[in-house]
């Protein structure tokens, strides 16, 4: 979706060193519903029970989607003064995990997710807050396959591993512009609860995680952008501007 695709299918396959319907069957709802949430259809995938070969689960997917490409987006035309927003993230995603895993095992030991994180939830819990999914908000923005788009998307910044400057670099070098991050959101307590416990610097977690900050996007079209974010429940805010 930062290129302005639409995704349209996905199959995964699960390699699992001994098939457990209990731990299966969460994994495959939770993927329904973000697939029926994101409008992709899953045409099929596979489980294979491959014993010693590996250790666990190994989840992987592949995904097709389609892409005008008078509607690619490029970063070509970012300028000065082009507004940088930052759609909030949920929690800790995918990216730098072994880190946060780390960290608690040195602090709480092997059994560190059933630890209380407060009183409501464990480490557990409080680490694997589900993902918040941006695709299908972009897109209205974008436009789907031959529709027209809401408003111009200059830039469009995934902020997965390398954190929030790693991934703004990748869109900034086709336009040799810098970016100004003058007001980022504070970052999840988790996050600075594992930041204190684990003597993790600003300059690795910045790099590490994602810091509150799940997707960038440059754009002048401000209000239209907030608008259809929270329309998807997605919190938004400037978080600086391409200096």
Known sequence: VCMGAETVSLT?????NKVDPAKIRPLMEGLQKAAAEQK????????AELGDMVN????????????????????K???????????????????????VR??????????????????????GEATLVPSQIYSDCILEMHG????PAKLELKGVVHVTGGGIHGNMERILKISGAKADLNNLPEPHEVMQKLMEIGEVSEEEAYKTWNMGVGMIL??????????????????????????
């Open 77 to 99: 035309n970012i300028q000065s003064g082009d507004k940088i927003i930052g759609l909030k993230s949920a929690g800790i995603r995918s990216n730098g995990f072994s880190l």
């Open 144 to 147: 789907r396959y031959k529709q």
């Open 56 to 75: 666990g689960y190994l989840w992987n997917a592949t995904a097709v989607g389609v892409l005008e490409k008078s509607k690619m987006i490029t970063g």
């Open 102 to 123: 780390y960290i608690l095992k040195e602090k709480f030991g092997q059994e560190w997710a059933h630890e209380k994180y407060d009183d409501t939830q464990t480490w």
């Open 12 to 16: 995964n396959t699960l390699d699992v």
């Open 218 to 243: 440059i754009t002048n079209d401000i209000d239209q952008a907030l608008e259809i974010a929270a329309k998807h429940g997605i919190k938004g805010q400037i978080i600086g501007e391409i200096a």
């Open 40 to 47: 992709i259809v899953i045409p099929g995938g596979e489980i």
